[in-house]
Protein backbone atom coordinates (compact mmCIF):
# COMPACT_ATOMS: atom_id res chain seq x y z
CA UNK A 1 0.00 0.00 0.00
CA UNK A 2 1.15 3.56 -0.81
CA UNK A 3 0.14 7.34 -0.47
CA UNK A 4 1.67 7.79 -3.95
CA UNK A 5 -0.12 8.39 -6.88
CA UNK A 6 0.47 6.28 -9.61
CA UNK A 7 -0.13 6.56 -13.37
CA UNK A 8 -0.62 3.18 -15.39
CA UNK A 9 -1.52 2.93 -19.18
CA UNK A 10 -5.37 3.20 -19.67
CA UNK A 11 -7.17 -0.19 -20.42
CA UNK A 12 -9.27 -0.20 -23.33
CA UNK A 13 -9.94 -3.70 -23.50
CA UNK A 14 -11.60 -6.05 -20.66
CA UNK A 15 -8.68 -8.23 -20.69
CA UNK A 16 -6.09 -5.21 -20.44
CA UNK A 17 -8.32 -4.19 -16.92
CA UNK A 18 -8.05 -7.78 -16.04
CA UNK A 19 -4.00 -8.05 -16.65
CA UNK A 20 -4.12 -5.11 -13.77
CA UNK A 21 -5.65 -7.26 -11.02
CA UNK A 22 -3.84 -8.60 -8.34
CA UNK A 23 -4.29 -12.68 -8.41
CA UNK A 24 -5.53 -12.26 -4.53
CA UNK A 25 -8.63 -9.67 -5.65
CA UNK A 26 -9.65 -11.99 -8.87
CA UNK A 27 -13.07 -12.73 -9.43
CA UNK A 28 -15.99 -13.36 -11.76
CA UNK A 29 -17.35 -9.88 -13.41
CA UNK A 30 -20.02 -9.23 -15.12
CA UNK A 31 -19.67 -6.21 -17.90
CA UNK A 32 -22.23 -3.67 -18.05
CA UNK A 33 -23.21 -2.32 -21.18
CA UNK A 34 -24.76 0.47 -22.17
CA UNK A 35 -25.82 -0.98 -25.81
CA UNK A 36 -26.72 -4.95 -23.91
CA UNK A 37 -28.18 -3.99 -20.72
CA UNK A 38 -31.90 -1.81 -20.21
CA UNK A 39 -30.95 0.38 -17.27
CA UNK A 40 -34.47 -0.39 -15.71
CA UNK A 41 -34.41 -3.86 -15.97
CA UNK A 42 -30.45 -3.71 -14.82
CA UNK A 43 -31.66 -1.81 -11.72
CA UNK A 44 -34.44 -4.35 -10.74
CA UNK A 45 -32.10 -6.94 -11.04
CA UNK A 46 -29.58 -5.52 -9.19
CA UNK A 47 -32.16 -4.23 -6.18
CA UNK A 48 -33.35 -7.44 -5.92
CA UNK A 49 -29.59 -9.43 -5.41
CA UNK A 50 -28.65 -6.87 -3.53
CA UNK A 51 -30.83 -6.47 -0.96
CA UNK A 52 -30.35 -8.60 1.53
CA UNK A 53 -29.77 -7.83 5.31
CA UNK A 54 -26.13 -9.04 6.54
CA UNK A 55 -25.09 -10.17 10.20
CA UNK A 56 -25.12 -7.76 13.48
CA UNK A 57 -21.91 -8.77 15.32
CA UNK A 58 -22.72 -10.44 18.61
CA UNK A 59 -22.03 -8.09 21.57
CA UNK A 60 -23.80 -5.32 19.36
CA UNK A 61 -27.15 -3.84 19.74
CA UNK A 62 -28.99 -2.42 16.49
CA UNK A 63 -31.81 -0.81 16.77
CA UNK A 64 -34.01 1.32 13.79
CA UNK A 65 -34.80 5.30 15.02
CA UNK A 66 -36.83 7.95 13.09
CA UNK A 67 -34.79 10.71 12.72
CA UNK A 68 -37.21 14.03 14.16
CA UNK A 69 -38.78 16.16 11.52
CA UNK A 70 -37.99 13.81 8.76
CA UNK A 71 -41.15 11.36 8.52
CA UNK A 72 -39.45 9.66 5.23
CA UNK A 73 -36.08 9.39 7.01
CA UNK A 74 -34.64 6.46 9.42
CA UNK A 75 -31.55 5.37 10.63
CA UNK A 76 -30.30 2.08 12.07
CA UNK A 77 -28.50 2.54 15.57
CA UNK A 78 -25.67 0.21 16.54
CA UNK A 79 -24.31 0.52 20.36
CA UNK A 80 -22.03 -1.85 21.78
CA UNK A 81 -22.03 -3.28 24.88
CA UNK A 82 -19.98 -0.94 27.73
CA UNK A 83 -19.80 1.82 25.85
CA UNK A 84 -18.73 4.90 27.32
CA UNK A 85 -21.35 7.42 27.25
CA UNK A 86 -21.25 10.52 26.44
CA UNK A 87 -18.54 9.20 23.80
CA UNK A 88 -17.92 9.74 20.62
CA UNK A 89 -20.16 8.44 17.46
CA UNK A 90 -19.36 7.53 13.69
CA UNK A 91 -22.09 8.60 10.88
CA UNK A 92 -21.35 6.05 8.51
CA UNK A 93 -23.15 6.04 4.62
CA UNK A 94 -23.23 2.98 2.37
CA UNK A 95 -22.29 2.30 -0.79
CA UNK A 96 -24.37 1.37 -3.78
CA UNK A 97 -23.84 3.80 -6.56
CA UNK A 98 -26.94 6.28 -4.89
CA UNK A 99 -29.27 3.94 -6.05
CA UNK A 100 -28.44 0.52 -4.35
CA UNK A 101 -28.22 -0.44 -0.83
CA UNK A 102 -29.93 0.25 3.02
CA UNK A 103 -28.92 0.67 6.22
CA UNK A 104 -29.58 -3.14 7.26
CA UNK A 105 -27.01 -3.89 3.99
CA UNK A 106 -24.44 -2.48 6.38
CA UNK A 107 -25.11 -4.64 9.17
CA UNK A 108 -21.39 -6.07 9.48
CA UNK A 109 -19.65 -3.29 8.66
CA UNK A 110 -21.48 -0.76 10.78
CA UNK A 111 -21.18 -3.33 13.82
CA UNK A 112 -18.03 -4.43 13.50
CA UNK A 113 -16.84 -0.43 13.65
CA UNK A 114 -19.13 -0.37 16.50
CA UNK A 115 -17.44 -3.08 18.51
CA UNK A 116 -14.07 -2.18 17.36
CA UNK A 117 -13.93 1.61 18.26
CA UNK A 118 -16.48 1.43 21.64
CA UNK A 119 -18.36 3.76 19.90
CA UNK A 120 -22.06 4.69 18.46
CA UNK A 121 -22.13 4.07 14.70
CA UNK A 122 -25.67 5.54 13.24
CA UNK A 123 -26.44 4.36 9.56
CA UNK A 124 -29.23 6.47 7.75
CA UNK A 125 -31.20 4.79 5.27
CA UNK A 126 -30.68 7.72 2.96
CA UNK A 127 -33.36 8.22 0.04
CA UNK A 128 -32.12 6.63 -3.74
CA UNK A 129 -32.25 7.37 -7.32
CA UNK A 130 -33.48 7.46 -9.61
CA UNK A 131 -37.45 7.78 -7.85
CA UNK A 132 -35.11 10.32 -5.26
CA UNK A 133 -32.29 11.92 -6.89
CA UNK A 134 -30.30 14.81 -5.83
CA UNK A 135 -30.32 16.49 -3.13
CA UNK A 136 -32.51 13.85 -1.71
CA UNK A 137 -29.54 11.74 -0.78
CA UNK A 138 -27.44 14.51 0.71
CA UNK A 139 -30.07 15.96 2.80
CA UNK A 140 -31.27 13.09 4.21
CA UNK A 141 -27.58 12.42 5.37
CA UNK A 142 -27.01 15.62 6.66
CA UNK A 143 -30.03 15.65 8.56
CA UNK A 144 -29.09 13.04 9.78
CA UNK A 145 -26.06 14.37 11.60
CA UNK A 146 -28.26 17.30 12.74
CA UNK A 147 -30.34 14.82 14.64
CA UNK A 148 -26.91 13.25 16.14
CA UNK A 149 -25.93 16.72 17.32
CA UNK A 150 -29.65 17.78 18.61
CA UNK A 151 -30.36 14.76 20.41
CA UNK A 152 -26.60 14.12 21.69
CA UNK A 153 -27.67 13.71 25.31
CA UNK A 154 -30.00 11.23 24.52
CA UNK A 155 -28.01 9.11 22.18
CA UNK A 156 -24.88 9.55 24.79
CA UNK A 157 -22.64 11.30 22.73
CA UNK A 158 -19.84 13.93 22.84
CA UNK A 159 -20.96 16.50 19.94
CA UNK A 160 -17.20 17.02 19.82
CA UNK A 161 -15.95 13.33 18.77
CA UNK A 162 -17.71 12.83 15.73
CA UNK A 163 -16.33 10.99 12.24
CA UNK A 164 -18.18 10.80 9.31
CA UNK A 165 -17.24 8.26 6.47
CA UNK A 166 -18.64 6.04 3.97
CA UNK A 167 -17.59 3.62 0.89
CA UNK A 168 -17.99 4.17 -2.36
CA UNK A 169 -21.18 6.28 -2.98
CA UNK A 170 -21.43 6.63 0.81
CA UNK A 171 -18.06 7.27 0.53
CA UNK A 172 -19.19 10.46 -2.01
CA UNK A 173 -21.87 11.27 0.51
CA UNK A 174 -19.85 11.74 3.35
CA UNK A 175 -17.37 14.19 1.88
CA UNK A 176 -20.46 16.06 0.95
CA UNK A 177 -21.64 15.84 4.74
CA UNK A 178 -18.16 17.18 5.54
CA UNK A 179 -18.50 20.19 3.30
CA UNK A 180 -21.71 20.98 4.59
CA UNK A 181 -20.55 20.82 8.12
CA UNK A 182 -17.71 22.97 7.82
CA UNK A 183 -20.41 25.62 6.09
CA UNK A 184 -22.20 25.57 8.76
CA UNK A 185 -20.20 25.36 11.72
CA UNK A 186 -20.13 21.87 13.08
CA UNK A 187 -16.69 20.50 13.47
CA UNK A 188 -15.75 16.90 12.56
CA UNK A 189 -12.68 14.77 13.97
CA UNK A 190 -12.63 12.98 10.31
CA UNK A 191 -14.07 11.60 6.89
CA UNK A 192 -13.40 8.24 6.54
CA UNK A 193 -14.02 8.42 2.39
CA UNK A 194 -13.66 4.41 0.93
CA UNK A 195 -13.18 4.38 -2.72
CA UNK A 196 -15.14 7.20 -2.80
CA UNK A 197 -17.13 8.74 -5.42
CA UNK A 198 -16.32 11.99 -5.78
CA UNK A 199 -16.64 13.43 -9.59
CA UNK A 200 -19.42 12.92 -12.50
CA UNK A 201 -16.83 13.68 -14.68
CA UNK A 202 -14.67 10.82 -14.39
CA UNK A 203 -17.59 9.82 -16.71
CA UNK A 204 -17.00 12.18 -19.38
CA UNK A 205 -12.65 11.47 -18.87
CA UNK A 206 -12.88 7.55 -18.94
CA UNK A 207 -15.20 7.44 -22.09
CA UNK A 208 -13.15 9.86 -23.69
CA UNK A 209 -9.89 7.30 -23.34
CA UNK A 210 -12.31 4.69 -23.99
CA UNK A 211 -11.51 3.53 -20.66
CA UNK A 212 -12.12 -0.76 -19.20
CA UNK A 213 -12.65 -1.16 -16.05
CA UNK A 214 -13.32 -4.18 -13.97
CA UNK A 215 -15.89 -4.36 -10.65
CA UNK A 216 -17.42 -1.05 -11.63
CA UNK A 217 -17.43 -0.10 -15.35
CA UNK A 218 -17.75 3.19 -17.05
CA UNK A 219 -21.48 2.73 -18.22
CA UNK A 220 -22.23 1.75 -14.52
CA UNK A 221 -21.43 4.98 -13.54
CA UNK A 222 -23.01 6.99 -15.84
CA UNK A 223 -26.15 5.07 -15.19
CA UNK A 224 -25.86 6.08 -11.47
CA UNK A 225 -24.76 9.60 -11.94
CA UNK A 226 -27.21 10.24 -14.44
CA UNK A 227 -29.95 8.55 -11.94
CA UNK A 228 -28.95 10.89 -8.86
CA UNK A 229 -28.17 14.27 -10.75
CA UNK A 230 -31.13 14.20 -13.22
CA UNK A 231 -29.30 14.89 -16.32
CA UNK A 232 -25.96 13.51 -17.84
CA UNK A 233 -22.79 13.76 -16.08
CA UNK A 234 -20.11 16.67 -16.92
CA UNK A 235 -23.30 18.77 -17.65
CA UNK A 236 -23.47 22.38 -15.95
CA UNK A 237 -24.22 21.22 -11.70
CA UNK A 238 -25.40 24.50 -9.69
CA UNK A 239 -26.46 22.34 -6.65
CA UNK A 240 -23.88 22.89 -3.68
CA UNK A 241 -23.53 19.77 -2.43
CA UNK A 242 -24.16 17.59 -5.37
CA UNK A 243 -20.41 16.81 -6.62
CA UNK A 244 -17.97 16.67 -4.02
CA UNK A 245 -15.43 17.42 -6.49
CA UNK A 246 -16.41 20.11 -7.97
CA UNK A 247 -16.11 22.34 -4.98
CA UNK A 248 -13.72 24.97 -5.68
CA UNK A 249 -12.54 25.54 -2.29
CA UNK A 250 -11.78 22.57 0.13
CA UNK A 251 -10.15 24.54 2.57
CA UNK A 252 -10.78 24.15 6.48
CA UNK A 253 -12.59 20.59 5.96
CA UNK A 254 -12.35 18.24 8.46
CA UNK A 255 -9.09 15.65 8.23
CA UNK A 256 -9.56 13.66 6.04
CA UNK A 257 -8.45 9.44 5.21
CA UNK A 258 -9.01 8.04 1.80
CA UNK A 259 -8.32 4.41 0.35
CA UNK A 260 -8.76 3.24 -2.80
CA UNK A 261 -8.02 0.53 -5.20
CA UNK A 262 -4.91 1.27 -7.82
CA UNK A 263 -6.83 0.32 -10.96
CA UNK A 264 -10.80 1.25 -9.21
CA UNK A 265 -12.67 3.71 -11.67
CA UNK A 266 -12.30 6.19 -8.68
CA UNK A 267 -8.79 5.76 -8.52
CA UNK A 268 -7.78 9.36 -10.10
CA UNK A 269 -10.43 11.03 -8.77
CA UNK A 270 -9.81 10.23 -5.04
CA UNK A 271 -5.76 11.08 -5.91
CA UNK A 272 -6.79 14.24 -6.98
CA UNK A 273 -9.12 15.21 -4.16
CA UNK A 274 -6.54 14.35 -1.58
CA UNK A 275 -4.14 16.32 -3.33
CA UNK A 276 -6.38 19.44 -3.26
CA UNK A 277 -6.77 18.80 0.40
CA UNK A 278 -3.56 19.18 0.86
CA UNK A 279 -3.02 21.86 -0.94
CA UNK A 280 -5.39 23.76 0.79
CA UNK A 281 -4.18 23.18 4.07
CA UNK A 282 -6.52 20.02 5.10
CA UNK A 283 -4.55 17.07 6.90
CA UNK A 284 -5.38 13.95 4.29
CA UNK A 285 -3.87 10.71 4.52
CA UNK A 286 -3.94 8.45 0.97
CA UNK A 287 -3.92 4.75 0.72
CA UNK A 288 -3.45 3.37 -2.84
CA UNK A 289 -3.80 -0.27 -2.98
CA UNK A 290 -1.95 -1.97 -5.64
CA UNK A 291 -4.05 -3.92 -8.06
CA UNK A 292 -7.39 -3.71 -6.26
CA UNK A 293 -10.42 -3.08 -8.24
CA UNK A 294 -13.59 -1.11 -6.86
CA UNK A 295 -14.65 -3.14 -4.29
CA UNK A 296 -11.86 -5.45 -3.85
CA UNK A 297 -12.06 -5.53 0.44
CA UNK A 298 -15.24 -7.88 -0.26
CA UNK A 299 -13.65 -10.39 -2.47
CA UNK A 300 -10.83 -11.29 -0.68
CA UNK A 301 -11.68 -9.82 3.45
CA UNK A 302 -8.71 -11.87 4.82
CA UNK A 303 -6.36 -11.11 2.63
CA UNK A 304 -3.39 -9.76 4.87
CA UNK A 305 -3.41 -6.37 2.74
CA UNK A 306 -7.08 -5.90 3.57
CA UNK A 307 -6.74 -6.89 6.96
CA UNK A 308 -3.72 -4.43 7.55
CA UNK A 309 -5.86 -1.69 5.37
CA UNK A 310 -9.35 -2.10 7.75
CA UNK A 311 -6.75 -1.87 10.87
CA UNK A 312 -5.38 1.25 9.89
CA UNK A 313 -9.00 2.67 9.20
CA UNK A 314 -10.20 1.78 12.18
CA UNK A 315 -7.14 2.95 14.09
CA UNK A 316 -7.72 6.44 12.28
CA UNK A 317 -11.24 6.67 13.61
CA UNK A 318 -10.28 5.61 17.23
CA UNK A 319 -7.64 8.08 17.47
CA UNK A 320 -9.98 10.87 16.03
CA UNK A 321 -12.28 10.03 18.40
CA UNK A 322 -10.22 10.06 21.02
CA UNK A 323 -11.27 13.00 23.98
CA UNK A 324 -9.52 15.64 23.61
CA UNK A 325 -5.96 15.26 26.00
CA UNK A 326 -6.50 11.93 26.71
CA UNK A 327 -3.23 10.19 27.18
CA UNK A 328 -2.82 6.85 24.90
Known sequence: MTGETMHHPVPTTFQAALAGVDPAFMAPFFQVSDADVDPEFALRMAREAGGAKTEVRAGVGAERRAVPGHPHLTAMVYEPEGRERPGG???WLFGGGLFLGSAEH???VASAFASELGALVVVPDYRLAPENPCPAAPDDCFATLQWMLTHAEELGIDPDRIVV?????GG???A?????????????????????MLDDRTVVRAEAEGRVTVSWTVPANRFAWTSYLGHAPGEPEERPYAVPARRADLGGLAPAWISVGEIDLFHQ???????????AGVACELTT???AHHAFELVAPEHPVVRELRRARVEAMREALRPVGRVR
Open 89 to 91: ALL
Open 165 to 169: GGESA
Open 176 to 196: TVAQRAHDTGIELRLQVLVAP
Open 269 to 279: ESADYARRLGE
Open 289 to 291: VPG
Open 172 to 174: GLA
Open 106 to 108: AND
